[in-house]
């Protein structure tokens, strides 16, 4: 058991500009959700997937936003024509089972300039 | 509405004293209620949690009070050590389809040596 694990961990851009990330959930854990944290504030969730389906997406999440799990396997990010108000830490989490509590990554800080 | 309200914002405590954090909630379809302690720079790690048929659960130092019918819950470090020095989430996980997570604000402890 390795733990979620994301990359980059850090990603620093300039506006307007496309950026992905990924994340590598633990093994055999069928649900993975992303949520983003600004500074000060609890996470908040943006979507959720269920092995490779995308079950829910939080109205945070605008048309800019994309994310996928091929395979329900890992999952990617992408954020589109990043916007300064898109600065924050992106944080990824998985679990096995609806019952079982759910396990971060260390995040990935996006900070857009 | 879907809020965990989270008290204090911010807590300093001399070592070897009791923190204490508070959270509430309103919607009641919440069936799991996770504490989850975090240090700059990384991700949120699960600390302990409590379902909502039990009133107290406590793991070492640490101890969840749950009061079902105030929708409260609260979080006792005992014996608080520098090295408890976090920020500290309450969360409460939705009943049905994502099983999400609703995530309080935030409470910085310091712990003074």
């Known amino acids: 058991d390795t733990g979620v694990s994301q990359d980059p961990r850090h990603k620093i851009t300039k506006r307007g500009q496309n950026v992905t990330f990924r994340c590598d959930p633990i093994?055999?854990?069928?649900?993975l959700y992303w949520y983003r944290q600004t500074l000060g504030q609890g996470p908040e969730f943006l979507t959720y997937?269920?092995?490779?389906?995308?079950?829910?997406k939080s109205r945070l999440l605008s048309d800019r936003f994309s994310a996928e799990r091929p395979k329900g396997s890992f999952s990617t990010l992408e954020i589109q024509r990043t916007e300064q108000g898109d600065s924050a830490m992106y944080l990824c989490?998985?679990?096995?089972?609806?019952?079982?509590?759910?396990?971060f990554g260390p995040g990935t800080r996006l900070t857009v300039l | 509405q879907q809020q965990v309200k989270q008290s204090p914002q911010s807590l300093i405590v001399q070592k070897g004293g009791i923190s204490i954090i508070n959270c509430a909630y309103e919607?009641?379809?919440?069936?799991?209620f996770p504490w989850y302690q975090q240090f700059p720079g990384k991700g949120p790690a699960l600390l302990i949690a409590?379902?909502?048929?039990?009133s107290e659960k406590k793991e070492g130092r640490f101890t969840i009070s749950f009061n079902k019918s105030a929708k409260q819950f609260s979080l006792h470090i005992m014996d608080s050590q520098p090295g408890d020095s976090a920020t500290y989430f309450c969360a409460a996980r939705v009943t049905s389809g994502t099983y999400k997570y609703i995530f309080g604000t935030g409470t910085r402890l310091k712990v003074l040596a």
């Open positions: 093994s055999e854990h069928n649900r």
């Open positions: 989490a998985s679990s096995k089972g609806q019952y079982n509590e759910q396990f």
């Open positions: 997937f269920q092995n490779e389906a995308q079950l829910e």
């Open positions: 409590i379902r909502p048929d039990v």
């Open positions: 919607n009641t379809a919440f069936d799991y």
